[in-house]
């Protein structure tokens, strides 16, 4: 089978990358010929485990190619997978610019039957303004169009394509069941479950997934304010919740809020499209005020620890990615505590193990430092932000030399308090009570 995918931005380079490793011919297709030349000689522009691999392997194969050249990629498909952007406008709504754009140019090359796939996250409705537009600028085309949404994680979105929770498919003909079928007919029907649903029911699908998620994070970090009011402790709540199999351990980590190019947006245009439709989606509106509220509530726990005043501290920051193994720095929780410690007077010291170039590109007058230590040296606080793996494995004697006063916020709860009291540092978590004030203590405080 033959497929092109067009747009090689996060979305499109996975799928047509492991589509090809799944033994699928594919052709990948982008407007930057920068771009298109780079992917040719292996240049990956995003960093993804795996990813590199599969390119540099497929490529050799040839079983994935990458051009600038529509036509003759759609020409030749049996199905053409629209993967590119769908930024937030100005209102929030999803701008479908791209989309309709790349609907237009498929229309005029059409070849035969052919599938027209969005991957890119869209309102719901898009299928049928992206059948109108075929129609009316080839009315003889024979297609079909068909909503097939990703559900890659940045991070970990190779292993997410290739062992999905579920595959999902909006189509409306069984001509196009037929051909969705036969192109995921490598994966196991026992182990992943194919979903055929109409294209509306699979387009709000993908919206509610992340809206969902986005919830879940905001309720666990609400109740994890509750926890350090109360002497409870939020680890152990998430663990009581998840074993309940009707609410599931996923996403219950709280922290300094959501961030990244997928929640943020995809709320909002969800909260828009609600509104047009005349269906508020008032709980994840909520949602989205308290995420913001607690993004900039971070930084002012940077100040109480530091006494109430931050002006000429220095602070140390781990990690600026809005997530680990991911160079992406979009929405991240660290821009907005760094922005807001800065406009207090707060001389900001950096690092993070792959993000810093594009953290570079957002943020003015921070020391970018070479590893963990050289940010920790001379600070009043450290604040971890951003949960790497090579943070929890930190040599906290070492931190505590260098440091000018031993205190650590700890915003994704990757330490112990009992360990860091005992080396000596006021350590300060999320969800967690204070160390020093015995449990309960707070609570019959409150009720009394
Ligand atoms: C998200 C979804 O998880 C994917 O399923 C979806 O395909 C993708 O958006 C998309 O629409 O393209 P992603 O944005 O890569 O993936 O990252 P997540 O792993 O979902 O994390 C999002 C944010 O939530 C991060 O800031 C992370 O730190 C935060 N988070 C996540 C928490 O604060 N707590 C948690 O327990 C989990």
């Known amino acids: 089978?033959?497929?092109?995918?067009?747009?090689?931005?996060?979305?499109?380079?996975?799928?047509?990358?492991?589509?090809?490793?799944?033994?699928?011919?594919?052709?990948?297709?982008?407007?930057?010929?920068?771009?298109?030349?780079?992917?040719?000689?292996?240049?990956?522009?995003?960093?993804?485990?795996?990813?590199?691999?599969?390119?540099?392997?497929?490529?050799?194969?040839?079983?994935?190619?990458?051009?600038?050249?529509?036509?003759?990629a759609v020409t030749d498909s049996e199905a053409v997978f629209i993967a590119v952007g769908t930024p937030p406008r100005e209102d929030g709504y999803a701008d479908l610019s791209y989309v309709y754009k790349v609907a237009k140019q498929?229309?005029?090359n059409l070849n035969g039957y052919t599938l027209v796939v969005t991957k890119s996250t869209v309102p719901v409705g898009t299928a049928q303004e992206i059948k109108r537009i075929i129609l009316e600028q080839n009315p003889n085309a024979d297609f079909d169009v068909v909503s097939n949404p990703?559900?890659?994680?940045?991070?970990?979105?190779?292993?997410?394509?290739?062992?999905?929770?579920?595959?999902?498919?909006?189509?409306?003909?069984?001509?196009?069941?037929?051909?969705?079928?036969?192109?995921?007919?490598c994966f196991s029907k026992d182990a992943v479950p194919i979903l055929y649903t109409t294209p509306?029911?699979?387009?709000?699908?993908?919206?509610?997934?992340?809206?969902?998620?986005?919830?879940?994070?905001?309720?666990?970090?609400?109740?994890?304010?509750?926890?350090?009011?109360t002497g409870g402790n939020v680890q152990e709540v998430s663990k009581a919740l998840g074993m309940d199999a009707r609410i599931g351990?996923?996403?219950?980590?709280?922290?300094?809020?959501?961030?990244?190019?997928?929640?943020?947006?995809?709320?909002?245009?969800?909260?828009?499209?609600?509104?047009?439709?005349?269906?508020?989606?008032?709980?994840?509106?909520?949602?989205?005020?308290?995420?913001?509220?607690?993004?900039a509530a971070m930084a002012d726990r940077v100040v109480q620890a530091c006494g109430g005043d931050i002006k000429g501290k220095r602070v140390g920051i781990l990690g600026v990615a809005f997530k680990p193994e991911t160079n992406d720095v979009r929405e991240a929780p660290s821009l907005v505590?760094?922005?807001?410690?800065?406009?207090?007077?707060?001389?900001?010291?950096?690092?993070?193990?792959?993000?810093?170039?594009?953290?570079?590109?957002?943020?003015?007058?921070?020391?970018?430092?070479?590893?963990?230590?050289?940010?920790?040296?001379?600070?009043d606080i450290l604040v971890i932000v951003t949960e790497w793996s090579e943070f929890k494995t930190l040599n906290m004697s070492k931190v505590k030399a260098v440091m000018k006063r031993p205190c650590i916020l700890d915003l994704r709860n990757i330490y112990q308090s009992?360990?860091?009291?005992?080396?000596?540092?006021?350590?300060?978590?999320?969800?967690?009570?204070?160390?020093?004030?015995?449990?309960?203590?707070?609570?019959?405080?409150?009720?009394?």
Not at 28 to 56: M, S, T, W
Not at 363 to 373: A, E, F, I, K, R
Request: net charge negative; charged share 25%.
């Open 200 to 229: 509306e029911t699979s387009e709000i699908s993908k919206y509610a997934a992340n809206a969902f998620l986005a919830m879940k994070i905001t309720f666990i970090n609400e109740i994890a304010d509750l926890c350090e009011q």
């Open 150 to 185: 990703e559900f890659l994680r940045e991070g970990s979105a190779v292993k997410d394509f290739m062992h999905p929770d579920r595959i999902l498919i909006g189509c409306e003909t069984q001509r196009a069941r037929d051909v969705m079928g036969a192109l995921y007919s």
């Open 1 to 72: 089978m033959k497929i092109s995918v067009i747009g090689t931005g996060y979305v499109g380079l996975v799928s047509g990358a492991c589509f090809a490793e799944l033994g699928i011919d594919v052709v990948c297709v982008d407007i930057n010929e920068q771009k298109v030349e780079e992917l040719k000689k292996g240049i990956i522009p995003i960093y993804e485990p795996g990813l590199e691999d599969i390119v540099l392997r497929q490529t050799a194969a040839k079983r994935l190619s990458f051009t600038v050249d529509t036509k003759s």
């Open 249 to 295: 351990k996923g996403f219950l980590n709280a922290g300094p809020g959501y961030g990244g190019s997928c929640f943020p947006k995809d709320t909002r245009a969800l909260t828009q499209n609600g509104r047009l439709h005349n269906a508020p989606q008032t709980i994840i509106e909520q949602v989205m005020a308290v995420n913001y509220a607690r993004q």
């Open 418 to 448: 009992e360990d860091m009291a005992q080396l000596g540092f006021n350590y300060y978590a999320i969800g967690k009570s204070i160390p020093n004030i015995s449990s309960g203590e707070k609570a019959v405080k409150k009720l009394a």
């Open 106 to 108: 498929i229309a005029k």
């Open 337 to 379: 505590i760094i922005d807001q410690l800065q406009a207090a007077g707060a001389i900001i010291s950096a690092y993070d193990p792959i993000a810093m170039e594009e953290a570079k590109k957002v943020l003015q007058d921070v020391n970018w430092c070479d590893n963990s230590y050289d940010a920790a040296k001379d600070s």
